[in-house]
């Protein structure tokens, strides 16, 4: 029979993990609670130590720890009051777990009331060695109702030598009658800079070289939680020894690179699908889960919220300090009714995912559609758009739009069971103007200087510019654009309301729109952005400077009828349309 090797792999399962190597052993060591240590130590210095302490808190807060560490410091035999020396047999027991007066219960698996018959039989007697006999139990929410009634009088009028320390996770399960006769004591959760100091500590004592953005992506990761926080560093050194690549640590958490969910956002905002799919054939190719991408995509719109609220702490976003630049950057792409729009639309795409047969096929529906919200515009502008038409004229309310641009307001039409159905209630598609230039015109062909106005600006140039492009993207931007005026040598685009998301990018294209503009202007000229003056804006229209024409009120209102946005309008809120008089 061979002979079974011995060496290190034999001891392998001696190694014990960070988390009890690294437990704190005095009130001095707890980290993140010192509310609770400092109550804890000046009782104890004073003698004034209670009969029963209730520790509630969230997991991995410490909640255990300090009651063994209160139980070191009752039972310590050579120690100062609240200052347990860690080396008599008390103290070393107790860290342990084997110490016979200090019994440690877990209520989870002795729920009964004859459970805790027992433990009131125990504790009638006097401890075997130490000064006090303590029963700590864990969990002590998962006792039933029979074990608590059980438990009450013991605990309200327990033998001198006795103390109960309990700790739960759920503070609102414990029936009053236990809280009134319990000292409390409510832990927190630890905060994101003391877990990394602890970690960058604990990372040095053990040799382990990793970087400072790899440490926050573990803190990052553990919510608060002391234990989670450990527990994950421990999984990250075991897989990459020594030395631990960042990229590591996000494979094995489950995490998704901010560089990932930077583009994706950036993806969005400019609406280009085609990044969106290839973004998630890389996740399907290292086999990310695709409902976690969606979860951290959806968290990262709530950091772009939060941070366009002008929350800029780093421990409220829950994001390390090093992505803060970056995702200030990508929070100058949205307004705040687009992230609210998006975080409600992906809300939608993460609940039918949950559902979905073809994970992949959702999310890249689910990602195009949704960034489309972007460029809804709200019902309230447009509407303000339609009323700088219809204005006052000469006593009729109406005034007719130029008749050399069509454009389309309406409501974008959706399916019943789109993710954006609700996300688009009030809010109606960007006027899409592709198809304005004259169709005898060639986007090409270059046009006389004379029949160009040089002084007021002209929206069938800027489309003739735009269609010349080639570029579906970027005559989309175009069309955003109020106008284009020709002064000399130059084609000035005036930018209107556009966002800034589009002024941007038509000022890193200027290169390749002056090239057409040439084309179309039949010279050599340079195309520069900027704004009209108001003042000339309100005295004349955006491509004529025309007089107002004289028609009488029928006559205006049938002519308006026909105008192309008007009419867009008419069908999407059908109703009579009256022409009256108007006070001037």
């Known amino acids: 029979m061979p002979q079974v090797p011995r060496g290190p792999t034999h001891f392998s399962m001696q190694y014990q993990v960070l988390a009890r190597r690294w437990r704190p052993q005095t009130f001095h060591e707890l980290v993140g609670q010192e509310h609770v240590s400092r109550t804890l130590l000046n009782a104890l210095q004073s003698g004034r130590v209670a009969h029963a302490f209730l520790l509630s808190g969230p997991r991995g807060s410490g909640k255990t720890t300090t009651a063994r560490i209160l139980a070191k410091a009752l039972n310590c035999h050579t120690g100062k009051p609240g200052e347990p020396c860690g080396q008599c047999v008390a103290c070393t027991e107790i860290a ?141 050194i075991a897989f990459s020894g020594d030395t631990v690549r960042d990229e590591d640590v996000t494979m094995l958490l489950g995490l998704v690179e901010p560089k990932i969910l930077g583009d994706t956002v950036r993806a969005i905002a400019a609406n280009d699908s085609d990044s969106l799919l290839k973004i998630v054939a890389g996740l399907v190719e290292v086999g990310q889960d695709l409902n976690n991408f969606c979860h951290r995509l959806l968290g990262q719109f709530r950091h772009l919220m939060v941070l366009k609220a002008g929350v800029s702490d780093p421990t409220v976003l829950g994001v390390p300090e090093s992505l803060l630049p970056d995702l200030k950057q990508q ?158 040598d130059s084609v000035i685009l005036d930018s209107g309301d556009a966002s800034e998301f589009s002024k941007r990018q038509v000022k890193e294209n200027l290169p390749v729109i002056s090239q057409a503009a040439s084309r179309i202007v039949g010279r050599n000229v340079r195309v520069l952005l900027g704004e009209r003056p108001a003042s000339e804006s309100a005295q004349q229209s955006p491509t004529t400077g025309a007089a107002p024409l004289d028609l009488s009120a029928g006559d205006v209102l049938e002519k308006a009828k026909r105008e192309p946005v008007i009419k867009s309008f008419l069908d999407v809120f059908p109703g009579p349309v009256k022409a009256e008089k108007m006070d001037k």
Not at 173 to 194: D, E, G, M, N, V
Not at 213 to 232: I, W
Not at 350 to 372: I, N, S, Y
Not at 378 to 388: M, N, P, R, V
């Open 331 to 488: 929070t100058e792409l949205f307004s705040r009714e687009d992230l609210l729009r998006l975080f409600d639309a992906f809300l939608r795409v993460e609940a039918d995912l949950k559902h979905a047969t073809q994970v992949r096929f959702q999310l890249e529906m689910g990602l195009m559609e949704t960034a489309q919200v972007a460029r809804l515009r709200s019902l309230e502008g447009l509407i303000a758009e339609f009323k700088h038409f219809v204005e006052g004229e000469e006593g009729t309310g109406i005034k007719l739009p130029p008749t050399s641009t069509p454009a389309r307001a309406a409501a974008p039409e959706r399916d019943k069971d789109s993710h954006l159905r609700t996300a688009s209630i009030g809010m109606a598609e960007a006027p899409d103007a592709s198809s304005a230039a004259p169709e005898n015109m060639s986007p090409n062909a270059a046009s006389a200087e004379g029949s160009i106005p040089a002084s007021q600006g002209s929206r069938d140039l800027l489309l003739r510019i735009a269609a010349a492009i080639g570029r579906e993207s970027l005559e989309s931007l175009l069309q955003e654009l109020r106008c284009a005026r020709l002064q000399g």
């Open 96 to 236: 342990a777990g084997n110490c016979m007066d200090v019994l440690e219960i877990d209520a989870a698996s002795n729920t009964g009331v004859d459970n805790v018959r027992e433990l009131i039989d125990q504790a009638r007697y006097h401890p075997a060695r130490d000064r006090h006999k303590i029963f700590i139990i864990d969990e002590v929410h998962m006792l039933s109702n029979a074990a608590f009634n059980a438990l009450l009088k013991t605990l309200e009028e327990p033998p001198q030598h006795v103390i109960f320390i309990m700790a739960t996770t759920e503070y609102h399960k414990i029936p009053a009658t236990i809280l009134s006769r319990c000292q409390q004591y409510s832990f927190k959760l630890i905060s994101y800079p003391l877990i990394l100091e602890r970690l960058r500590h604990i990372a040095k004592a053990e040799n382990v070289q990793i970087s400072n953005a790899a440490l926050e992506q573990v803190v990052f990761s553990s919510g608060g939680s002391m234990r989670d926080a450990m527990s994950a560093l421990d999984q990250v």
